[in-house]
């Protein structure tokens, strides 16, 4: 019988979080310095709901649309609530909605605390980890 891989074997654990009115100038900053295509933007309160802000949705932002980098903040571009899954579910699961929704990375909470991030990414090394 097949072992049943959960989203929690899979996905990153050490996430990066940013304050919703951080400028967009310090998201990118922090995407940079840690290497990161995306960041986690922290809840409000207890019983807030996670974002997440991309490196694409700040880009369209400022060169597309021409926003001022300077003068914008996480609030005005992130995504809330960001699309979550629990670490505790198969990760083939979570890659079928995420595919079936397009869907490049999803917060992983579970009692709505934040426990990591999956990306298309991920699930492409556990693929690649398969085959021999």
Do not use: C, W
Request: net charge negative; aromatic share 6%.
């Amino acid at each position: 019988m097949e072992k049943k891989v959960l989203v929690e074997d899979v996905m990153k654990k050490e996430v990066t979080t940013i304050k919703a009115h951080a400028t967009l100038k310090e998201a990118l900053q922090l995407m940079k310095q840690k290497g990161l295509k995306s960041l986690v933007v922290d809840k409000n309160s207890p019983s807030d709901a996670y974002g997440i802000i991309t490196n694409s949705q700040i880009l369209e932002t400022i060169l597309v649309e021409e926003g001022d980098i300077e003068l914008l903040n996480v609030f005005d571009v992130y995504k809330k609530p960001a699309f979550f899954v629990s670490s505790k579910i198969d990760v083939k699961y979570a890659a079928k909605t995420m595919l079936e929704h397009n869907i490049k990375r999803v917060v992983v909470t579970d009692n709505n605390e934040l426990q990591g991030v999956l990306s298309i990414t991920d699930l492409s090394h556990y693929l690649l980890s398969m085959v021999e």
